[in-house]
């Protein structure tokens, strides 16, 4: 570690101004480009990520950004070995399962055949919904791939060997091209994709549970004696696994190198054999000891793919967005980094059996509106079953929301939040505005009855306000405080108003 912040300290005293003066002037913008200080998976990483990205790094375009803020809604697919189960949580179950469990949980592979996957039909559903990207879980920690990777795994753990849990050699690809369905999921939807126009987001794990090479990092099964050096995450791992963790021995160096040629190798099957990915969605992180070579997989795959954003988890400041989970900002004051927020519509971010844990579409709208109000971003997980089919409640409600984004769509989709602290009035007032200042949109996330009082807002003189979904201008009076608009009497009857959860008010105002 010492060696670590020797190299960071000598490259934050003599690079600082250099790095600043090599940038492309593209980024020029970006130079204070900086995570959240309060994000989790930065803090796991602060200790040996520079701050302050190597002079030869590029974060994606201006153009890249720009794309990526005019998104404002998508999905995120969680989809693997674990959808067989039917049960919560992704694959994170699998470190609290006792020895014959994980031994049964590997060999699932073999007889999964999801029929009922089509990816037209699940792109169909997104676009009618209203979305305007995917993200799918490519590979989740589990180490499982839903893609057609070349890559080997040449050592696992064999959880019930005799005498006790013993790493054993193998070779295979542990993927779903040596399942009966022997279909490349992540083809198949990218390719449904690309002819919807929709963006893709590829997820993938760092960490990978089956591959034994990836010991011990980010809470792997198999513990080993240097573990708190490669991760510093041990005492997390032990309370993770309690009694579950299995302590082996540390990685060889011809191990620690295969581990890294296999997940370089795999981040670049995602980014040359997809076409264009929008997104690359990296996850966890592995660790100090290991951090040059992940770099040097960053600096790679930038000249890959040079306007992929990358998710920031496990490369710091490398990352060119963040992802709240399960919540969202409270303010939009945090960060200039732009932002994804990724909240489950059910219990957990997989499969939801339950129909009543199903959040709703009116809690999509208003998280969306908020996001959007924030300067963000809002991704709604859902997870399809082991056969590839979603819960018939997740996808009514997301098609609620869709019916809502049909009116309302014009003051969410491109649009940016208004400066400083002008994104909400009150807690039931949300705005956004046109990317040339000329329209504000005011959204009510409660009816407002029969008048609407914004009090930072000046319309034009002789001006048109009109609610979204109708064609009728709205009479309206400026006041000392700002505007009070009012709303025709035929609105108050719920089954004549043109939408439902949240309405929006299209305002003209002066640019200046």
């Known amino acids: 570690m010492s060696n670590v912040i020797i190299n960071r300290r000598s490259f934050l005293a003599g690079s600082l101004a250099a790095g600043v003066a090599l940038r492309s002037s593209h980024a020029a913008e970006r130079v204070n480009h900086h995570l959240p200080a309060r994000d989790t998976h930065y803090r796991h990483t602060q200790g040996y990520v520079e701050e302050i990205p190597v002079p030869e790094y590029r974060w994606a375009s201006d153009a890249a950004y720009e794309r990526f803020r005019d998104i404002k809604y998508g999905v995120r697919l969680h989809w693997g070995l674990y959808s067989i189960l039917g049960g919560p949580n992704e694959s994170w179950p699998f470190l609290t399962m006792d020895l014959p469990d994980r031994q049964r949980y590997q060999a699932m592979y073999k007889t999964w055949n999801p029929k009922g996957f089509n990816a037209g039909e699940w792109m169909d559903l997104f676009a009618a919904c209203g979305m305007k990207m995917f993200a799918l879980t490519s590979k989740h920690h589990e180490g499982f791939s839903m893609f057609d990777t070349r890559t080997r795994v040449r050592r696992r753990a064999n959880w019930t060997a005799p005498g006790g849990p013993a790493m054993e050699d193998c070779d295979l690809a542990y993927s779903i091209m040596e399942t009966p369905f022997r279909r490349d999921v992540v083809k198949e939807l990218c390719d449904a994709a690309h002819q919807r126009d929709i963006k893709i987001d590829l997820y993938f794990s760092h960490p990978d549970w089956y591959d034994a090479d990836f010991r011990p990092y980010a809470y792997h099964p198999l513990q080993v004696p240097s ?27 011809e191990e620690v190198k295969r581990m890294m040629a296999r997940h370089r190798a795999q981040l670049e099957e995602l980014l040359t054999r997809y076409g264009t990915i929008d997104m690359l969605c990296l996850d966890m992180w592995l660790g100090p000891g290991v951090w040059p070579q992940l770099r040097d997989t960053i600096l790679h795959l930038r000249k890959l793919q040079p306007d992929v954003m990358l998710r920031a988890r496990g ?43 199903h959040k709703g579409a009116a809690w999509v709208v208003r998280n969306l509106i908020d996001c959007v ?36 769509g014009v003051g969410i989709y491109a649009t940016r939040p208004r400066e400083a602290d002008l994104w909400s009035e009150g807690a039931d007032i949300r705005f956004s505005r046109t990317k040339d200042n000329r329209t504000v949109y005011a959204f009510a996330l409660k009816w407002p009855g ?23 201008p709205l009479r309206w009076t ?16 719920e089954s004549r108003r043109p939408c439902r959860f949240a309405w929006g008010f299209q305002i003209p105002v002066d640019a200046a």
Do not use: C
Not at 241 to 247: N, S
Not at 327 to 344: A, E, L, Q, S
Not at 451 to 470: E, F, N, Q, W, Y
Not at 478 to 493: F, H, M, N, S, Y
């Open 227 to 253: 573990a708190d050096t490669l991760t510093g995450v041990r005492q997390e791992a032990r309370q993770r696994m309690g009694d579950r963790a299995v302590m082996v021995p540390d990685a060889t160096p």
């Open 315 to 357: 490369i710091g400041n490398y990352g060119d967005y963040y992802t709240p989970e399960g919540f969202v900002p409270g303010d939009k004051g945090n960060t200039d980094t732009p932002w994804f927020v990724i909240y489950p519509l059910g219990s957990s971010f997989s499969y939801e059996r339950i129909p009543e844990k």
């Open 373 to 408: 109000a924030k300067g963000g971003n809002f991704m709604v997980a859902v997870g399809p079953d082991g056969d590839g089919r979603f819960h018939p409640t997740a996808i009514s409600q997301l098609k609620e929301a869709g019916e809502w984004l049909k009116v309302n």
């Open 450 to 472: 029969e008048k609407l009082a914004l009090r930072s807002i000046r319309p034009l003189d002789g001006s048109v306000i009109r609610m979204l979904g109708t064609n009728v």
């Open 478 to 493: 400026r006041q000392d405080t700002g505007v009070e608009i009012e709303i025709p009497a035929a609105l108050q009857d």
